[in-house]
């Protein structure tokens, strides 16, 4: 029997060799900056091979040039708390590559973001925009407040001081923010609040809007329902479905409460979810009724999962993630790295199947040599949860149309996005045998286009 090729082998030495020059020079021009590293060498390891039978982006400099950002912008917010203390925070937005479309990807409100951070954010959106079909480019930005246990008033005056800076930066045809960790509805109506009287323009600048301001309807429920349409695509292409499998899920924010709900519907069992303070794993499974009860707890009265396991009297792990929890389907909805190596050891020797990524590059390096090396269907995030960014163009096409259409047609439009996207994968990841490498097809199948513009526009 020939071994089953792992990513490394999938390289020839000349290859990683390449791999490594090139990492070295990015780690050199970019110090301090880990996660933007590790964004960029999983990009390279699949698509290097790609590269070589196409030297025409090779002689383009296409690589050199797109993890380069076209620009970042960096400013301080300055506001005060309820005590009339002064805080001066650190914000950013990286306007990653505009090749082809305005810039577009959310803001983050978390202590941990920095320009590292985000400019792995940027640099993953830019492939994810591609991947969704519309007219798209890449961008991130945030800041390292912290908006937890802060009033509704105090983040107020922070959005409105952000706002201040960064209607500078924006435009419906220049660069589109939405949300991403921390914010969220109420933030985006401060923003947008503020923005509209500062430009004096009422126009689709930000996504994620309120549905009674220019908000797409299924915005909200687009990330997590996206995500296992994905999963649900990946175990149609082997004759299997997600129904009737029992599912683990982290996070309990947005993505992951809607990745949940999209769960129940096809008939799948949830067992588990998290916050940063623990996971609940509740082996009844969490149905419809408690699902309602949790979304209230988060997007009403900002709880912790510790009080769903008080409340319904499931099992509690404090400070723990879910990855030990037997699962056939898993769903890392939180945030990056929160799935190490050996969590994907534990999940695999459990039974694993297929793992949906609802959060940005929540697997690490070697957790996802653990799935390819053990053939998981494993879906990226720059495919798994482009639903969300995808509906996010969608409110723009509403928005420049000054129309809304219904929450069926926007969900139809949604599911077809994500089928495309699937089939996007298959048609650059498709293995010989008929295993699909969906890391290598959406990396691959996010760059054409993108390379594609770069080189017609000449050097730029
Ligand atoms: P939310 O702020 O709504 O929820 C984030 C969830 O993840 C919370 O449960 C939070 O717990 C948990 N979390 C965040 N940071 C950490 C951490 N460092 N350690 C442990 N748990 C953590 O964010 P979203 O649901 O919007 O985003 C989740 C992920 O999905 C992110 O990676 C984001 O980039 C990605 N994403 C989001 C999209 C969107 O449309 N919103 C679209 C595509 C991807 P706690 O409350 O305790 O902090
Ligand atoms: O990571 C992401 O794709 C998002 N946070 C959503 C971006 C958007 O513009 O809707």
Redesign the pocket.
């Known amino acids: 029997m020939p071994e089953t090729p792992t990513p490394d082998s999938e390289l020839t030495a000349d290859q990683r060799k390449k791999v490594d020059k090139f990492m070295r020079g990015l780690k050199r021009r970019n110090p301090g900056e880990p996660e933007f590293h590790q964004a960029v060498v999983e990009v390279l390891e699949t698509l290097t091979p790609f590269l070589d039978d196409h030297q025409k982006y090779r002689d383009g400099y296409i690589l050199e040039r797109m993890t380069e950002p076209d620009r970042i912008v960096s400013f301080r917010v300055t506001w005060q708390d309820d005590r009339g203390r002064i805080h001066a925070d650190r914000a950013w937005r990286v306007q990653f590559n505009n090749s082809i479309g305005p810039y577009k990807g959310?803001l983050?409100f978390?202590p941990?973001v920095n320009q590292g951070v985000l400019k792995f954010?940027g640099f993953e959106q830019t492939f994810k925009n591609s991947l969704t079909g519309l007219p798209m480019g890449g961008a991130k930005g945030g800041a390292n407040f912290n908006p937890?246990r802060r009033s509704d008033r105090e983040v107020m005056r922070f959005c409105e001081s952000l706002m201040i800076e960064l209607h500078r930066h924006i435009g419906d045809d220049i660069d589109v923010p939405?949300?991403?960790?921390?914010?969220?509805a109420r933030e985006l109506g401060f923003m947008f609040g503020t923005y509209k009287r500062l430009a004096n323009r009422f126009t689709g600048i930000l996504t994620?809007k309120g549905l009674s301001f220019g908000g797409s309807h299924v915005r909200k429920e687009?990330?997590g329902y996206g995500c296992v349409y994905f999963m649900e695509h990946m175990l149609n292409h082997i004759d299997d479905s997600v129904e009737g499998k029992t599912c683990i899920v982290?996070?309990?924010?947005?993505?992951?409460l809607y990745a949940m709900q999209k769960l129940l519907n096809l008939g799948a069992k949830v067992v588990a979810a998290?916050?940063?303070?623990g996971t609940i794993y509740d082996q009844d499974g969490i149905d419809r009724d408690k699902l309602e009860w949790l979304k209230d707890l988060?997007e009403k009265r900002r709880g912790?999962v510790s009080e769903y396991a008080e409340k319904f009297g499931c099992e509690y792990r404090e400070g723990a993630t879910p990855w030990s929890i037997p699962c056939d389907l898993a769903f890392p909805?939180?945030?990056?790295n929160?799935l190490d190596e050996e969590d994907a050891e534990e999940l695999v020797k459990n039974g694993l199947v297929a793992l949906a990524e609802?959060?940005?590059m929540?697997s690490t390096h070697s957790a996802i040599r653990v799935f390819r090396r053990e053939r998981i269907l494993f879906g990226p995030?720059k495919a798994a949860?482009?639903g969300?960014?995808a509906v996010s163009g969608l409110e723009q096409s509403q928005n420049a149309l000054r129309l809304s259409w219904s929450a069926g047609e926007v969900e139809a439009r949604l599911q077809g996005i994500v089928k495309e996207i699937h089939e996007r994968c298959i048609e650059y990841g498709n293995h010989s045998d008929g295993h699909v490498d969906y890391l290598k097809g959406a990396n691959i199948g996010g760059f054409v286009k993108v390379a594609d513009a770069m080189l017609a526009y000449g050097v730029v």
């Open positions: 959310g983050r978390h941990s954010l937890k939405a949300g991403d960790i921390g914010v969220g994620g687009a990330t982290s996070g309990s924010g947005n993505v992951a998290s916050d940063s303070g988060k912790r909805c939180a945030t990056q929160e609802g959060a940005n929540p995030g949860n482009a969300g960014v």
